[in-house]
């Protein structure tokens, strides 16, 4: 089933609500706690929900740890998802070292530079050149890739992993990538939202200064 990303997107939000919630002690939750919790609105959360069919009880609600599960297969984290990295830099360094994959059931199988200097086969997460992703891509039967390598090698490492099989991409590169028609691409720029985040706050605090 595909349905548009702000869907996903909340889809998310709520599990990662409910870990919060469990956490806290909840056995039970209803749409309002979801809803307060992912700052959406009852009805839409359970829209969201009818999409995939997962219905709770009105009297009742959902069963946490029932729900939890639940969401996690229809986010395809009920298996382990393999992806690898290009760029050993200071973004995909951190991505490498990052332990909330392991508890979301996320493997770093690999990570590629072009760099000798950075490449290290016989680490916990081996870095290897760039030369032999397209060959492990297709070796290990990986459909996930992350970008992180500077704007000028980031179309011909797309090229490479389209020509492999990848069918989603994260690219951390600040220009936009284009991949095949099956190929999801989520751009991210880290420059850009944080641009986005100091417009508002100075529009905010020039609105109050307005204000008075």
Known sequence: MV??????????RYKNALSRLKSLGFVKVFSDN??????????QVRKDFSIFGVTGNRRGGYVLDELIERLNRILGKNVT??????????IGS???KYKGFEKENIKVLA????????????ADTPILPIEQLE??????????????????????????MNNAGIKGVLNFASIRLKGGEETVINNVNLVS????????VNASEKSKKGGK
């Open 3 to 12: 349905t548009n990303k702000a869907c996903i997107v909340r889809l998310s």
């Open 135 to 160: 060959g492990f891509i297709r070796k290990h039967h990986i459909k996930i890739g992350i970008i992180a390598v500077p704007d000028i090698a980031a179309t011909e490492v797309m090229s490479i």
């Open 34 to 43: 979801l809803a307060d919790a992912a700052d959406v609105t009852p009805s």
């Open 193 to 200: 939202e944080l641009e986005n985040v100091i417009y508002f």
């Open 94 to 96: 951190a991505l490498m």
């Open 81 to 90: 998802q393999n992806v690898v990295i290009v760029g050993a830099g200071r």
């Open 111 to 122: 990570v590629f530079d072009s760099e000798p200097a950075k490449q290290d086969p016989k």
